[in-house]
C-alpha cells in the first residue's frame, strides 16, 4: 500500500469513504438558507426522503433536551413548530454525521475521538447558553465538527494515520511538523478544506482558525473543545483547573459554579449521546466518578444534602433547562442523600416505553441499555406495572420483592420508587437503591423531597408550554 502525501491526496481518499460528506442529504440541509421561511418546508421535504432520519428526528425532538411540553410530536413539520428550524436542522446534521463515522465497525480510537468531539458539543452548547442570541444549536455543530480532519484521517484507516497519531500522543507540541512528517499536509489545513468543502459554516472555520478570537460563540466553541481535550486528566488537574478559571472570567462566574457545571454537562453528554442514537460513544464518554475521583466511601452529611437542595432551588427559580434540574436532582440523591445507584426514567412522548435518560452509581452505565423498557409488554400485576397504575412514592424490600422486569434487571434488593408528574401526566419515575445494602428513612424522605422539586418546576413550568400533536 503507497503511502498516501499531500493535502489533494488524502482529499481524494476521503471523498472515497462513505462518509457525510458524500451524504446527499445532509449536503442538502447545509445548502438550505437559515433565514428564508421556505426553508422549513425544504427541510422537511429532505428529511421525509430518508426514513431513518425522518425516525432519528422525531425521537430527538421529543426527548426532554426538546420537548419541554411532554405532548407528542408526530409529525417533522409540527417538530419544526415546536422546537425551531434550526435546532432541527442541526439535529438532523448532527445525527446523520455520527451515523456516518460510527456505520461499519469502527476502532476504539475513532470512537474514542468522536466521543471527545460529542463531549465537547455538549459542554460548548452550555456555555454559549449563557450569551444572549440563539446560536446555540450552532455553536454545538461547530463544536462537533471542530476537529473533522482527525476523524476523517481515522475513517479511512490508513496505517500512516495511525503512525501520525501514535506519535503526536508521545509529543503532542509537535503535532505540526509530525503531520508534515507521516502525512504530507497539515491537520489544521485538512481540517480547513474539509469544512469548506462540506460547507459546514462559519463559525465552525473560525473556531478552527484563530485561537484567539474575541467572538464569544467562538470561544464558547473552543471552551468546549478544551474541556474535552483535558477533563481525562481528572476535574482537580492543573491543566483542568486552568481551563475552568479561563471559562470563570468569560462567564463572569465563580470557579466552583464553574467546574460544578461542567461535571454536569459531562454527565448530559451520556444521556444526549443515547437520544441522538449514539450508545456506541458511551463507554468512551467522561464519567464523573473518574473524572472527578472516587469519593464513595466519604459519608454523605447533613451539608451535602442541604448544598444540592440549594442549588436545586436556585436552577428552578432561574428556570433553568429541564435536563441540568434532572442532572442535578440524580446527582444529589447519589452524592447527597448517599444512594447507591439512581436511575431516572422518563416516558417516551412518542410510545409507551420508559427510557433511563440519567444513571449514577457504580456499575449502571450498562443500565442505559438494559432499562429501556416496553410498557406494552408489562404483566398486569407486576411490580411496575402496579406503581405505573396508581404513581406514588413506595419502598420495596426483599422481604416483598419487586417482581417481573424489575426483579429481573435490579436483582432482589431494597429499592425505591417515586413519581415524576407534570399538571396532566406521568412524565418519569426516579428509582433508587443502595445495591443490595440495606436503606433508610431518611434517605425515603429525601427521595420524595427531590422529587417534589422536580414536581415543581413541571407545574410552574410546563403548563405554559404549546401543545402539541
Not at 52 to 69: G, I, M, W
Not at 98 to 125: E, M, T, W
Not at 285 to 312: C, K, S, W, Y
Not at 430 to 449: C, M, P, S, V
Amino acid at each position: 500500500m503507497n503511502d498516501v502525501r499531500g493535502l489533494k491526496a488524502w482529499l481524494k481518499v476521503i471523498a472515497k469513504l462513505d462518509l457525510p460528506s458524500l451524504n446527499s442529504v445532509v449536503k442538502a440541509i447545509c445548502e438550505l438558507s437559515d433565514d428564508d421561511d421556505s426553508s422549513a418546508d425544504e427541510f422537511t421535504q429532505i428529511v421525509l426522503r430518508d426514513a431513518d432520519l425522518t425516525s432519528q428526528v422525531l425521537k430527538v425532538a421529543n426527548s426532554v433536551h426538546y420537548n419541554r411540553s411532554f405532548s407528542p410530536i408526530k409529525t417533522v413539520s409540527r417538530a419544526i413548530v415546536q422546537i425551531g428550524y434550526m435546532d432541527l436542522k442541526n439535529i438532523a446534521l448532527a445525527t446523520t454525521l455520527i451515523d456516518g463515522f460510527l456505520d461499519g465497525k469502527p476502532r476504539d480510537r475513532l470512537i474514542n475521538n468522536l466521543a471527545r468531539s460529542f463531549h465537547a458539543a455538549v459542554q460548548a452548547r452550555a456555555i454559549a447558553q449563557q450569551l444572549k442570541g440563539d446560536d446555540h444549536e450552532e455553536v454545538f455543530i461547530a463544536a462537533l465538527l471542530l476537529r473533522l480532519g482527525d476523524l476523517a484521517l481515522l475513517a479511512t484507516g490508513r496505517p500512516e494515520v495511525d503512525t501520525f497519531m501514535a506519535a503526536r500522543d508521545l509529543s503532542p507540541g509537535e503535532a505540526h511538523s509530525l503531520a508534515l512528517e507521516h502525512l504530507g499536509v497539515g491537520v489544521k489545513t485538512l481540517n480547513r478544506a474539509l469544512i469548506q468543502e462540506w460547507g459546514l459554516g462559519d463559525l465552525v472555520l473560525k473556531a478552527s482558525d484563530d485561537r484567539h478570537s474575541a467572538d464569544p460563540w467562538v470561544r464558547s466553541v473552543q471552551f468546549g473543545d478544551e474541556i474535552s481535550q483535558t477533563i481525562h486528566l481528572g476535574i482537580d488537574h492543573p491543566d483542568m483547573r486552568k481551563v475552568i478559571q479561563r471559562i470563570s472570567e468569560f462567564q463572569d462566574r465563580s470557579s466552583t459554579d464553574v467546574r460544578e457545571h461542567i461535571l454536569l454537562m459531562a454527565e448530559e453528554a451520556s444521556s444526549v449521546a443515547a437520544t441522538y442514537g449514539a450508545e456506541r460513544l458511551l463507554q468512551a464518554l467522561p464519567q464523573r466518578d473518574v473524572i472527578e475521583g472516587d469519593t464513595t466511601a466519604v459519608q454523605p452529611t447533613d451539608h451535602d444534602m442541604q448544598r444540592f437542595l440549594n442549588r436545586i432551588s436556585r436552577c428552578i427559580m432561574d428556570v433553568e433547562p429541564l435536563p441540568r434540574l434532572l442532572q442535578l436532582a440524580v446527582h444529589a440523591l447519589h452524592r447527597g442523600a448517599g444512594f447507591g445507584r439512581v436511575a431516572l426514567w422518563l416516558s417516551s412522548a412518542r410510545d409507551h416505553r420508559l427510557e433511563p435518560v440519567i444513571v449514577a452509581g457504580d456499575d449502571v452505565a450498562r443500565w442505559r441499555e438494559v432499562l429501556k423498557l416496553d410498557l406494552s409488554t408489562l404483566h398486569q400485576e407486576e411490580t411496575l406495572a402496579v406503581f405505573l397504575k396508581a404513581p406514588e412514592p413506595r419502598w420495596y424490600t426483599r422481604k416483598a420483592p419487586t417482581d417481573g422486569v424489575m426483579r429481573r434487571l435490579l436483582g432482589t434488593v431494597d429499592g425505591m420508587m417515586v413519581p415524576v408528574q407534570s399538571p396532566d401526566r406521568l412524565v418519569g419515575v426516579i428509582y433508587a437503591d443502595n445495591d443490595g445494602d440495606a436503606l433508610t428513612e431518611r434517605q425515603f424522605e429525601e427521595l420524595q423531597l427531590v422529587a417534589n422539586q422536580i414536581n415543581l418546576y413541571l407545574q410552574f413550568n410546563m403548563s405554559a408550554q404549546p401543545k402539541s400533536g
